[in-house]
């Protein structure tokens, strides 16, 4: 009986990469083309810009007006309340008002739930 022995190899391929560039200058004249040059075309120099006028904001004047509205108030305690003519309340907004009368705001009822007076 014979026997064989047969070696194996491995082959490893290895590809080389490289960048390859070149730089030329073209040289271009308005026209026909000639053996040097290459037709061209001369653009003008482009500037842009822009203008707006707007008037001025300048100071002014106008004269207050008086308002005229109305105020609830609520009243939860069981006896009546009375709020004097001329305190000046600030709302969230930081607006004042002044009241000009007398308001007496009845007593809450007891009922359930509570019904306040305004």
């Known amino acids: 009986m ?8 491995t082959i490893t391929l290895v590809s080389v990469v490289r960048d390859v560039s070149t730089t030329t200058t073209i040289m271009a004249a308005p026209g026909t083309s000639t053996g040097e040059y290459i037709q061209a ?3 003008p120099p482009l500037t842009l810009a822009q203008t707006k ?3 001025a904001t300048g100071k002014g ?3 207050t007006e008086a308002a005229m509205g109305s105020i609830t108030f ?5 006896t009546s309340q009375t709020i004097a003519a001329g305190p000046a309340l ?3 907004d930081g607006i004042r008002v002044v009241t000009d009368q007398l308001a007496v705001i009845p007593a809450a009822l007891a009922t359930t739930p509570s019904t306040y007076g305004q």
């Not at 014979?2 to 190899?9: I, P, R």
Request: charged share 10%; hydrophobic share 40%; proline share 0%.
């Open 90 to 92: 600030t709302g969230s």
């Open 53 to 55: 006028t707007a008037s």
């Open 74 to 78: 609520y009243n939860c305690l069981f």
């Open 2 to 9: 014979l026997l064989f022995l047969a070696q194996t190899s």
């Open 41 to 43: 075309r001369l653009l």
């Open 61 to 63: 004047h106008q004269d």
